[in-house]
């Protein structure tokens, strides 16, 4: 993934809007947000992402015991990172 600055984002937006690189968008070093390319021509592409995106983050869920809530809050760049992720007492343990 590639750390690009806000006026650097927006200096070069065509080339990195029409490449394929997963990019942090910051302000002062910290993460503002993400662009996260799709298939530049395949709708379907698109929704199998969505649908892998939505496995990953059921499987987070079910492994951990955290609630969609608490995985917003540790994902949220605006939050400190926490020390521990929170888990529920009945989550599988490994």
Do not use: C
């Amino acid at each position: 993934m590639k750390h690009v600055g806000v006026r650097e984002f927006r200096d070069h937006a065509t080339r990195y809007l029409s490449g394929d690189e997963v990019l942090a968008v910051e302000r002062h070093g910290q993460p503002l947000g993400f662009y996260i390319p799709t298939a530049k021509s395949h709708y379907e592409n698109f929704g199998e992402a969505l649908a892998r995106l939505e496995r990953a983050v059921q499987h987070v869920l079910t492994e951990t015991g955290m609630s969609e809530d608490e995985l917003a809050r540790v994902l949220d760049p605006n939050e400190p990172i926490p020390n521990e992720v929170p888990t529920d007492s009945h989550a599988p343990r490994r």
